[in-house]
């Protein structure tokens, strides 16, 4: 098990949260695997299962680690849609969808408006 988790009740487990260790169900089979992002589906079905309590990891991120990880989206993005002209609007269709990724990747849910 890794050093860098705790132990919540299944009421306090949300939809993104990311097991630190296998999970097993009552007879010791493994449900899920180390490293799982659940979802709330997965949570859904955890009573099921005999499961009460999950080991989540705990989440530390810090300003170099967000900063990082946005370079890596935009250089990602610039990667992918290295040969879309935004500038044109021959190709608006591709560049709706840069937005739209690009919104998403920062977390700002929905894409500015096309003009």
Same mark, same amino acid.
């Given at each position: ?9 299944? $009421?306090?487990? %949300? $939809? ?16 899920? $695997? ?13 009573? #099921? ?25 935009? +250089? %990602?993005?610039?990667?992918?849609? #290295?040969?879309?002209? !935004?500038?044109? !609007?021959?190709?608006?269709?591709t560049?709706?969808? #840069? #937005?739209y990724?690009? +919104?998403?990747?920062?977390? +700002?849910?929905?894409? $500015?408006?096309? !003009?």
């Amino acid at each position: 098990m890794s050093g860098n988790f705790h132990q919540l009740a299944l $009421p306090d487990v %949300r $939809p993104g949260m990311v097991l630190s260790d296998e999970l097993l169900d009552v007879q010791g089979q493994v449900l899920l $695997p180390q490293g799982t992002i659940l979802t709330e589906a997965m949570l859904a079905l955890m009573p #099921r299962h005999g499961i009460s309590v999950l080991p989540i990891q705990q989440a530390e991120y810090s300003a170099e680690a967000i900063e990082a990880t946005l370079h890596h989206h935009e +250089a %990602r993005l610039a990667h992918l849609f #290295r040969k879309n002209d !935004e500038s044109t !609007e021959m190709d608006w269709a591709t560049s709706q969808l #840069r #937005r739209y990724v690009s +919104a998403y990747r920062h977390g +700002a849910g929905e894409a $500015p408006e096309h !003009e």
